[in-house]
């Protein structure tokens, strides 16, 4: 027989609240590395198995490692269904999203609309236009109230005010 004792079920066998509290903690800085949230739930409940030992030092470490088996589960679970959805609620943000920020911009009519369509002058760029009704001359202004794809549909600008 081997008379060598099993590193690995000495380490087991030594966890108390202060490996739990630091692996916990450990589990927190690769979450906040990753930003993926999944890595939340393990390290919640390392640390509140590490709160448990604390409180009850007479778990062994088959029952801390089940606890933390059974909460890391639970918190996955409630995390995923409950918490995830609402953190990634709100309005949507026009940070990356040009088109959306273009609403509601004034525009310059580069030169005569034909038929509804024409092209106007939106910063540095010039875009391709539409109006719904009516036509537009070089250099009037126009207000964009909408994007489709690379055309914009825009009013004048006395319209817009309106």
């Known amino acids: 027989m ?11 066998e030594s966890m108390n609240g202060v490996r739990w509290l630091i692996t916990g903690f450990g589990l927190l ?3 906040v590395v990753t930003g993926t ?4 739930w393990p390290a919640a ?4 198995v590490g709160t448990v030992v ?3 030092p007479v778990l062994d470490w088959s029952m801390q490692f089940l606890l933390f088996a059974v909460l890391t589960a639970v918190l996955l679970y409630f995390g995923h269904t409950h ?10 943000s026009d940070l990356n999203d040009r088109a959306r920020s273009m609403v509601g911009m004034r525009v310059k009519a580069i030169a005569d609309f034909e038929t509804g369509r024409g092209r106007v002058q939106v910063g540095d760029s010039q ?5 719904d009704t009516g036509n537009a001359t070089a250099g009037q202004e126009l207000t964009i109230v909408s ?5 914009l549909t825009v009013v004048p600008l006395e319209v817009a005010a309106d």
């Open 2 to 12: 081997n008379s060598e004792p099993n590193l690995l079920m000495q380490f087991l």
């Open 29 to 31: 800085l690769l979450e």
């Open 37 to 40: 949230s999944y890595i939340l």
């Open 45 to 48: 409940a390392a640390l509140i």
């Open 54 to 56: 604390f409180v009850v």
């Open 83 to 92: 918490l995830r959805p609402r953190m990634k609620g709100g309005e949507p």
């Open 127 to 131: 875009w391709r236009a539409a109006m």
């Open 147 to 151: 994007v489709k794809g690379t055309t």
